[in-house]
């Protein structure tokens, strides 16, 4: 184990102030990549998330935030110190994404700066690369890391926070353990060892990636600063056992989280196999985007491989793991940075689970620093200090490459063309521009995107169900109900498809079925009052009065403050024969909506109908 490095003439001072010159240089250089991040909207998962998410509203109780919203597969399921996260950016910003991105950018400086740390005080012990100025080397590598175009997704997409906010504490339980590991005895090592086992259990609650967080930290123990096995056991071994106790909080979130809306597991519709031969690919795909990065690309969609298209990237997997491996023994800094980005990739990039996302650009927020670090060093070490003739260029046409991939989130719309201009084979891609363009009323256009999706998938039930929404509002009826019906062919529990089936079947004059629609919807979904209220309504068409009273009750019972449900259970009693009791409805439905013309103009009608004639 080698002595820090440091030249003879510098003083605590000098370096102190050198610290704060790369600091303020790196701040500089990661403002200056992301400046034009400040302006993007929130885009497709941060909505949810963010937005429409209600536990990040109020900050207190806490047990409220602690308990982001469970069952619809939003990123924030199962994470709650990302979702607190959210609730202090909601507590100062509201739902305005300038602030969201703001802290977005904080959060990844901050991790860069603890990357210049960890850098610079493991390569001044271990002198790698020979000859290199330790803080140009270290701020090189952090530099380069810190204005990477793949950042953009967990940095400018807002809700992928969860990935940037997880690499901060990932580097901080590591820097904390770098400090408390190399102080000398007392205090000082027991807070610096606290602070990396606080920065450990935090990142247990932002994403599960942190699970390797303890595995890497030993093997860094072993790799540069003790001189065995023996030593990290006796000198540390209640430090680990500590670390290894976060593992007891994730396995409970994970739990928890369970199959996180079915966007993980048997119900994303991919087998462990299937994920396994993607992965191989995977890991060749990201080493080359850290290169050369171009596509990025926003939603690579279901990349489906077979075992013979596999195997030589598999290949190519198993030499570089053995590889690392032989490292590890023979040249321990490589090996060290050879197994961070494996042991940092394991937790989405195995077979356990399929998960829609095959591939997903911000999986490379924190190996990356692994591949640039590796990088920079071999630059290093060919042409020693004027590899910044090399690295100064690299840096700059990263940067501007970020600056142009961050205009690509300047809306939905732009974000998903650009997905399905570089994955035109991508299901999904094409199923959410439609939606983007449905929403904004571009109805022809969604529909075609809704059938590229259904020609590529046809059994992606949202995409037709999608499709009959805009058929119907089109005013094509019978190609809107095939829709549907094929929807619900793939999906028979899908209860939104049954609702709008319903009510393009009363829009038909066919009231009957709808009712049967809407009774299965209710069924499906008893929580559903929109479903219960017109079934309320077509019960009542159909002189089925009772009934049609029932449903509005429990309509009201679901959502006590709908007018609409007021006034038509008030319109059903009267019809009963219980017109003090109607009254009384149609008068609540104004209390709910004063300007509900319809409620006053029924009103006023009965009030006219009990004046005796003079």
Known sequence: MNKDRAPAWETPATRAGRSLLFSGLLAAAAFGAFHNSFSAPFVFDDLPSIPDNPTIRHLWPLSNVFHPPSGAGDTVEGRPILNLSFALNYALDGPRPAGYHALNLAIHVAASLLLFGIVRRTASRNGFPPGADIDWFAFAVAL???VHPLQTESVTYVVQ???SLMGLFYLLALYGFIR?????SGAGTVGWLGLSWTACLLGMGT???MASAPIVIL?????FVAANWTEVIRRRKFYYLTLALTWIWLAWLVIGAGDRGGTIGIRAGVTPWE????QSRAIVHYIRLCIWPQPLIFDYG???VGPLTAAPYAAIDVALIAGTGWALRRRPEIGFLGAAFFLILVPTSTFVGGTRQMLAEHRMYLPSAAAI????????SRVGRRAWWLIAPCALGLAATTIVRNEDYRSNLAIYSDTVAKRPGNSWAHYNLGNILAAEGRTAEAIRRFNAAIRIDARLYQAHYNLANSLAEQGQLALAEASYRTALVLKPNYAKARYNYGNLLVQMERKQEAMEQYQDAVRIQPGYSEARENLGSVLFDLGRLDEAAANYKIALQLDPGSPEAHYNLGNVLIKLGRSAEGIAELQAALRSDPNFGEARDRLARLRADAIPNR
């Open 219 to 223: 093997i860094y123990d072993r790799t």
């Open 302 to 304: 279901k990349d489906f």
């Open 144 to 146: 380069l890391w810190v």
């Open 207 to 209: 994403k599960e990636v």
């Open 161 to 163: 926070r969860a990935e």
């Open 373 to 380: 670090a590796l990088a920079v060093a071999a630059i290093y």
């Open 275 to 278: 994920y396994a031969l993607c």
């Open 180 to 184: 408390g590991a190399m102080a000398p």
